[in-house]
């Protein structure tokens, strides 16, 4: 009932810049949370950054200051921008959705992951 896009991916250099996408659509009343969490092969996935409805963020300690996480409430979507891009952020990327799909119940939902390749 509830379905994600992810886009943005790709090849950059280091130093260099991405922006990913994620759209939620489908039977959603609202949206708690969305965000971005990235997993390297045989590595425990990790929050990269959030974003509730209200607006208030939530970073890793090696984003901050690079990444920036926005989202447009109507769109049900998030942007990550990401910045001063290293080697060390070369992942898979997965949006995350909490969503509200009635008055009693939440759904949390990943995309399938969009990879992030960073060279040196």
């Known amino acids: 009932q509830v379905q994600l896009v992810e886009s943005g991916g790709g090849l950059v250099q280091g130093g260099g810049s991405l922006r990913l996408s994620c759209a939620a659509s489908?039977?959603?009343?609202?949206?708690?949370?969305m965000g971005w969490y990235r997993q390297t092969p045989g590595k425990q996935r990790e929050l990269v950054a959030t974003?509730?409805?209200?607006?208030?963020?939530n970073y890793a300690d090696s984003v901050k200051g690079r990444f920036t996480i926005s989202r447009d409430n109507p769109k049900n979507t998030v942007i990550l921008q990401m910045n001063s891009l290293k080697p060390d952020d070369t992942a898979v990327y997965y949006c995350?959705?909490?969503?509200?799909?009635?008055?009693?119940?939440?759904?949390?939902?990943w995309g399938q992951g969009t990879l992030v390749t960073v060279s040196s």
């Open positions: 995350n959705v909490l969503a509200i799909t009635t008055r009693w119940r939440s759904l949390e939902v």
């Open positions: 489908g039977s959603i009343l609202s949206i708690d949370s």
């Open positions: 974003v509730t409805s209200s607006g208030n963020t």
